[in-house]
């Protein structure tokens, strides 16, 4: 989800609607939020969630560059997300 305004109110709305939900992150702009979800998520941190955004950010993003749109567009927010442009550059 992104957040398209960055104020206050819809911050705290779309991470409670979000926690709600149990997903504990939120993206707006290039910032990524956590919010600790007190809970642990098994597959959250799992190796094929790591090998699925190094796939789509880093090693074979053919999405963004033939639509010329941000890969990200595509990918719920996490961690990893940060991890694999950092990586990038």
């Known amino acids: 989800v992104d957040l398209?305004?960055?104020?206050e109110a819809a911050i705290l709305y779309n991470l409670?609607?979000?926690?709600?939900?149990?997903l504990p992150y939120t993206r707006t702009g290039d910032i990524v939020i956590a919010?600790?979800?007190?809970?642990?998520?098994p597959d959250l941190y799992?190796?094929?969630?790591?090998l699925y955004y190094g796939q789509a950010l880093v090693w074979n993003p053919?999405?963004?560059?033939?639509?010329?749109e941000?890969?990200?567009?595509?990918?719920?927010p996490h961690v990893y997300e940060a991890s694999c442009l950092a990586y990038k550059g």
């Not at 799992?46 to 790591?50: F, L, N, T, W």
């Not at 941000?70 to 719920?76: G, K």
Request: aromatic share 10%; charged share 20%; proline share 11%.
């Open 62 to 68: 053919l999405v963004a560059t033939k639509t010329s």
């Open 46 to 50: 799992s190796i094929a969630q790591r």
């Open 4 to 7: 398209p305004f960055l104020h």
């Open 16 to 22: 409670k609607a979000r926690h709600i939900r149990q």
């Open 70 to 76: 941000d890969p990200r567009v595509h990918l719920p």
């Open 35 to 41: 919010v600790n979800p007190y809970q642990w998520f």
